[in-house]
């Protein structure tokens, strides 16, 4: 009887608290959902036929007191019809933090989840919770994307100055390694395992010198099996520097960019990952180059007004985004936290938008290509022995996308309607880069019709 009494008065008391927030603070709530149908699967299966939808159902929510932001999605995806066993591994769409089985086997299912609270002065921000971070002026960054799932973090966003901006977090990543020790302890219970702990650390600094001119300058690390290394908490100390001072047993990265304004309507990009560099090496064969490098425009108002043209092409070498230790590796849920087609690949994007009578328009195109990521190429990566790019018989998948969307919007814009054609070219469709053996997989060319509806929500 005390035990109710208590959880009687617990419940009383959050909802006095509850009720007294949402009566003083700005508290938002709406439901979300989508439909996206692909009648020959698109990137989402490695067959010439057979269709494809996705389906979501969930809730958003803010609120805002004072200077504290809460905003938190969930959304529960149903996916039918067929797909890759990885949905979206070789896309530039997110991906799953997993990917279930339905009871009879016919159906799949994830749950999408992000929160962030933040606390928001004139000129600095302190958040903390579980959602996307991406770095750089591209569409699809080498330094820090968004292609792995959300995972927690915290960190702080500070306008030093009108023209500097310095930014730190700390992530918690899913190394999918699993934990043998932890494993034990709860022996036969689920199929999921503990897995080893990963944790990432990364600081940005932001300086605009002109109006039209951005230079950003990155450091990150990541480093596993320990919860959190204390050394990594110092924001304003080299991250590098402390990676060595730590006995060099974790991995670390430097990354540079710059953004330059050529007029107010257009704006040339470039970006530049180091994984490990010997600058003696720089131009023999055998070198340690570990680069990625990312190169792109944007021009706005060309044809028509507020249209948009985006040119980018990202190069990326087999070395970089892995360690030597894989529990430092470069990636989250199996997906890289840089670059979405992880190493040694490349891609050539192009998309243009555009407003026409009174609907929209987005036409893409993707030139992409990846290789092997063996443990025999890891290996010798380390003996500075040289490797040729995209070698051997199966080493290699290539894939071209030319999609059309045509966009219209109904009820005050709260629901999107997308109808359009997909063509795809894929050589090798099914390549697995870290298998030592791969065998030949299909050469797919195909067509599919879109028809997406989105509620209240954005992918």
């Known amino acids: ?55 979501g159902l969930g809730v958003s929510a803010s609120t805002k007191l004072n200077n504290w932001n809460v905003a938190g999605t969930f959304i529960a995806v149903g996916i039918s019809g067929k797909i890759h066993n990885k949905l979206f591994d070789f896309s530039s769409r997110q991906g799953l933090p997993f990917l279930d089985s339905s009871k009879d086997g016919t159906t799949h299912w994830v749950e999408i989840a992000k929160t962030k609270i933040s606390y928001n002065q004139t000129n600095f921000t302190f958040e903390f919770g579980k959602f996307d971070r991406q770095w750089g002026s591209s569409t699809h960054s080498i ?12 960190g702080f966003d500070w306008d ?30 689920g199929k999921r395992s503990f897995d080893l702990p990963r944790s990432i650390a990364g600081h940005r600094l932001e300086w605009s010198p002109t109006s039209n001119l951005t230079l950003g300058a990155t450091e990150s690390v990541v480093y596993g099996s320990r919860q959190i290394d204390f050394h990594y908490l110092m924001p304003f100390t080299s991250l590098w520097h402390m990676e060595n001072h730590l006995g060099d047993i974790d991995n670390a990265q430097v990354g540079l960019d710059v953004s ?30 570990w680069f990625a490098y990312q190169t792109g425009f944007n021009w706005k108002n060309i044809i028509r007004k507020f249209d948009k043209l985006t040119l980018e092409y990202t190069w990326t070498d087999h070395r970089i985004y892995r360690h030597r230790f894989p529990v430092n590796n470069y990636y989250s849920h199996g997906y890289p936290l840089g670059f ?72 005050n814009n709260q629901v999107e309607g997308q109808f359009g054609l997909e063509y795809i070219d894929w050589h090798n469709a099914g390549f697995d880069p870290f298998d030592s053996d791969p065998e030949e997989g299909n050469d797919v060319e195909k067509w599919s019709l879109v028809f997406n509806v989105f509620y209240n929500f954005k992918l």
């Open 1 to 55: 009887m005390i035990k109710k009494e208590i959880t009687m008065l617990i419940v009383i008391l959050l909802f006095s608290v509850l009720s007294n927030i949402f009566a003083t603070s700005q508290f938002v709530i709406q439901p979300l959902s989508f439909v996206e149908y692909k009648s020959n699967g698109g990137l989402w299966n490695i067959s010439e036929k057979g269709s494809t939808t996705l389906a």
């Open 143 to 154: 330094l820090i994307s968004n292609k792995s799932p959300s995972y927690p973090q915290f």
């Open 160 to 189: 030093i100055t009108s023209n500097l901006r310095f930014i730190y977090f700390h992530g918690f990543l899913k190394s999918q390694i699993p934990d043998s020790v932890r494993a034990d302890t709860y022996h036969g219970i």
């Open 260 to 289: 330059c304004a050529i007029k107010e309507n257009s704006k040339l990009y470039f970006s530049l990952y180091i994984d490990e560099w010997t600058p003696e090496w720089t131009f023999k064969n055998t070198n340690h180059n």
């Open 340 to 411: 979405w087609a992880g190493p040694h690949s490349e891609d050539v994007y192009v998309e243009y938008h555009a407003s026409i009578l009174n609907s929209e328009i987005t036409l893409r195109y993707s030139d992409t290509k990846r290789g092997q990521l063996t443990d025999k190429m890891l290996e010798d990566q380390y003996e500075d022995v040289e490797y040729e790019r995209y070698s051997g018989g199966a080493g290699y998948e290539h894939r071209k996308m030319v999609e059309l969307l045509i966009h219209r919007y109904y009820l």
